[in-house]
């Protein structure tokens, strides 16, 4: 009834001015004696409040309107509103990690938590949402703040009241893992990327003696802790610290354990509780089960917890399509990587560029026991552009246009195996039902995934409306594709 009459009044006073949805799922706050829905319009995220004795707890309304039975106001759905919320349903602030395994979801366009999260609450796993990196905001024009109101409107739209989580993905400096904080994420994954020397790590022996004698007293009490030593771990696994082993770990990783504890100790004085996690796979070369065990115990031995870990395995982890390389080596090198990670303890281990690495998830799962964690993110975005392609080909065609007049620039920050030459300059080829087809070809596929910043700067608005009146396609699309990638890790 109350939902009836607040669809009439703001259809009959124009109030958004344009197409908008009313969802039905009613919220109570007693304290208020009010119930509020769901809107949302092309422009923005609205909470529609209908008190029948008292004003609402919101701010700056943009419209009310007084009746017999009570107030009817519309308020917008931003950071001031949220937090008014957290207050009555304490389940839209993100928590960390809990025993389960855990799974990240990007949400690169801010409009998908909803269907991400009818998914994973399928499967024993605990759900990341909000999350994004630096280099995403960037593209996409969104603050972390945006992110994390995305993923709580998500949690409303679709009715969970489960933990979850918020991370702010790949942080380099402190700038960004100061915005996070003060939103209040829970998770912070630190890129090591700019601080670790790989060139330490492929120098001949010869040259890394001969900066020790500019080693720091520190550093050589490290050395002499570590090397000559043999540490025998299960499975089979056994850790070699010679010279030739140490130094290159001693140059390489010091200055960026150094920036982990720093960054720690930040967020320490601020937060009583949070998880971090360690980046170390956005380097060329693979991580080695010393690199892993050096960086892990000496993090350890400052104090520094840390809730997950993320190596470079072995082969290839391009964005949007599945692992490349051989399965056996990835499966072998998992399997000692698990091996050093349970002989530190208190940390899982982390997959990042996982989406559609189909092939390996039941081997991650089994190794792991369970014990890791997950990261997607543009997989969502791919069925986004899939759902565009099927309904609006114009669209889809100039979207393409895009993708490949800026691959070269979008690839600088991405690792492919491929180049420009490699995609059709345009997709005339094709008829308009068989656009849906290109999703199959995995160089296409990874030219759009990676343009999404690009697309979005020429056709975003076009995007988003589409994405609106398409919401039940477009759910259905990312539902499913969250689906496939978690029967994998929990076959049934």
Known sequence: MIWEKIQKIVQDHGVF???FR???RAYEISDFAST?????SQSGLYLVV????????FEKPHFVHYDAEGTYAVYPFNLVNYRVLTKFFPYLRPTTFDARPSFGCGDRLGMVSAAQITALQKFPIFPVLAQQSPRELERTHRTFQDVLLGAAWGILESGYQGPFGADADHIKDEVFLRE?????????????????????????????????????????????KYVGKRIRLGKGVTLEFSEEKLLPLLYAYLPALDQVERFWCFLKDSLSNFDLEISLDEGPVVTTLEAHFFVAQELHERGVDFQSLAPRFPGVFEKGVDYKGSVEEFTLALRSHVAVQRSIGGYRLSLHSGSDKLSIYPILAEETGGLFHVKTSGTSWLQALAAVAEENPELFRKIYTVAFDSFEENARAYSLSFTRDNLPPDLGHLSDDLLSTVFENEKIRQALHIAYGKV?????????????????????????????HLVLLFPR
């Open 22 to 24: 009313l969802y039905e």
């Open 456 to 484: 979005l700067d020429a056709f975003g608005r076009e995007l988003r409306d589409f994405l609106f009146f398409h919401e039940e396609k477009h759910y259905q699309k990312v539902q499913k594709n969250v689906e496939r």
């Open 50 to 57: 209908w008190s029948k004795e008292s004003d609402a707890p």
């Open 17 to 19: 001015g344009e197409s």
């Open 180 to 224: 996070a904080r003060d939103c209040g994420f829970t998770m912070y994954t630190l890129d090591l990327s700019e601080k670790v020397d790989f060139s330490c790590l492929t120098s001949d022996l010869e040259n890394l003696r001969a900066r020790f004698p500019q080693t720091t007293p520190r550093e050589r009490e490290i050395f002499k």
């Open 36 to 40: 509020f829905f769901l809107a949302k």
